[in-house]
């Protein structure tokens, strides 16, 4: 069974440009979740979609946003990307909200605004 | 809200010694889950090792186990036989129904020596 697939791999942006990561969750799982891992920093929560819904959000500003498609799969952008964006964006699923349910990551995606 | 706090931010065991990473939270959830996760160099997150609050017993998983004091809200790992593989970033995370995504400590990176 295939796990969460994230992609690109690598991603090098200019400062101002906007960013689109993608995500496909584990067969089954319906609910996507976004983290942002800074260097040298932990894991900081950014987004949660379920059935389609975004149902939380982090302390990010709006220009980061995302969605997910009918098929559960999800996509993550940022607009007007600024130097300190630069992170491992990493994309988890679950069968549900987290509630008893495990959540697995996904490889990354390595974003470099420069 | 919840907190998630790792106060050891680098461990080292000899190989095939035991070593015990320590874990501290706050939630105002009843129903929680408590996880450790592992993050080698790929940056790959593996889960290691989950526990249910409801669960008085301690989790264990080959290696793995856990020591879980719910008054004291502490939730800390013990890897016995410490394997050179065993060498990664360890996170702590809690998650509940109400927030629906983990919460994680800042991590503590464990380096086994030969």
């Known amino acids: 069974e295939a796990g969460v697939t994230q992609s690109p791999t690598h991603l090098i942006k200019t400062r101002g440009q906007q960013a689109t990561l993608r995500c496909s969750p584990i067969?089954?799982?319906?609910?996507v979740y976004w983290y942002q891992q800074a260097l040298g920093l932990g894991l900081q929560f950014l987004l949660w979609?379920?059935?389609?819904?975004?149902?939380n959000r982090g302390n990010f500003p709006p220009r980061f946003s995302g969605r997910q498609f009918p098929n559960y799969s999800s996509e993550l952008n940022v607009n007007a990307l600024e130097l300190e964006d630069s992170a491992l964006y990493l994309c988890?699923?679950?069968?549900?909200?987290?509630?008893?349910?495990?959540?697995?990551f996904g490889e990354g995606s390595w974003l470099t605004v420069v | 809200a919840q907190t998630v706090t790792q106060s050891q931010p680098e461990m080292s065991v000899q190989e095939a010694e035991t070593v015990t990473l320590s874990c501290t939270y706050d939630?105002?959830?009843?129903?929680?889950?408590l996880f450790w996760y592992k993050q080698p160099p790929s940056r790959q997150m593996i889960l290691v090792i989950r526990?249910?609050?409801?669960?008085?017993q301690n989790a264990t998983e080959n290696r793995f186990s856990v020591n879980f004091q719910k008054a004291a809200k502490s939730f800390s790992l013990k890897i016995s036989d410490s394997q050179l593989g065993d060498a990664a970033m360890y996170f702590c995370?809690?998650?509940?129904?109400?927030?629906?995504?983990?919460?994680f400590g800042q991590g503590t990176i464990l380096t086994v020596h030969p």
């Open positions: 939630t105002s959830e009843s129903d929680y889950y």
């Open positions: 067969s089954g799982h319906t609910s």
């Open positions: 988890a699923s679950s069968l549900e909200g987290v509630s008893g349910n495990t959540i697995y």
């Open positions: 995370a809690c998650g509940g129904t109400s927030y629906g995504k983990l919460t």
């Open positions: 526990q249910e609050a409801y669960k008085q």
């Open positions: 979609y379920d059935e389609g819904e975004e149902r």
